[in-house]
């Protein structure tokens, strides 16, 4: 993952209103309260929207992300008191081994290159306990979503608390499943904050091999956040998988 993809603090002001509660916060909380977990990570929580919801009367809460600007504007939040917020990627996500579920929203694990992928794996398996879970989601590269990311059919404009902005995105780079892309924010009087970010696009079963190298078995995988089907026009991959009982300790050597 990038340092600080959100580096810009009228972006991260808007991101809350832009990617707000909906069925994948629906999933998550539902996921914490079927498992009953009494300690969460978030792994690339952002400004904690979701973190704060986790919140619960004896419930241990972690938010982990590498944007120092989205976990400052996290902890300004109500009820940030109660989250413990670590700055940085997966490198400092502690191996406790008593986290019962790990989360990843917002396509965080798109971000991780594939060298990266199975190291992070192996982090975030060392944060669980034996039998805990993981879950997140990914976009399908058959539905080769990028190819729509283009001005002409992104562009919008709209009055935000800073002021008339413009925004668009605008694909630069495609190559074997890694696309890089910029997204233009041009705000009054000019200035353009563009945020690139590179994603990695993978299959469910390149994903499923992956958790599998790093200690994880049972691996649903499913076509959105009501467990639909999964089908070759499936738009989205969300993961669920258990950390195995025979994988206690670590193995992973981070990059």
């Not at 978030?42 to 929207?49: E, K, M, N, P, V």
């Not at 074997?176 to 705000?187: P, Q």
């Not at 669920?240 to 193995?251: L, N, P």
Request: aromatic share 10%.
């Amino acid at each position: 993952m990038t340092a600080d993809p959100y580096g810009d603090e009228r972006l991260v002001g808007l991101y809350d209103g832009d990617n707000g509660p909906g069925d994948d916060h629906d999933y998550f909380l539902s996921l914490a309260n079927e498992t009953e977990a009494r300690k969460v990570v978030d792994f690339g929580c952002g400004t904690g929207l979701l973190t704060r919801a986790f919140v619960e009367s004896g419930r241990v809460v972690v938010g982990v992300d590498p944007s120092a600007t989205m976990l400052g504007y996290a902890r300004r939040q109500p009820g940030a008191e109660a989250v413990t917020w670590v700055d940085g990627d997966a490198k400092a996500v502690e191996g406790t081994g008593d986290a019962d579920l790990v989360v990843s929203t917002g396509n965080t694990m798109m971000h991780i290159s594939d060298d990266d992928l199975p190291w992070v794996l192996e982090k975030l398996a060392a944060a669980l306990r034996p039998g805990g879970i993981i879950s997140f989601e990914s976009r399908n590269p058959a539905a080769r979503a990028w190819e729509q990311w283009t001005r002409d059919q992104t562009y919008y404009e709209r009055d935000t608390p800073a002021g008339h902005l413009r925004e668009w995105l605008e694909v630069t780079e495609v190559d074997n499943g890694r696309v890089v892309f910029d997204a233009h924010n041009v705000f009054e009087g000019g200035s353009d904050a563009i945020a690139t970010t590179v994603l990695y696009f993978r299959t469910g079963d390149e994903i499923r091999a992956a958790l599998e190298a790093a200690g994880f078995e049972n691996t649903e995988v499913y076509a959105g956040w009501h467990q639909e089907p999964l089908t070759d026009e499936s738009r989205l991959l969300v993961f669920r998988a258990t950390k195995s009982r025979e994988r206690s300790g670590t193995s992973y050597a981070a990059h």
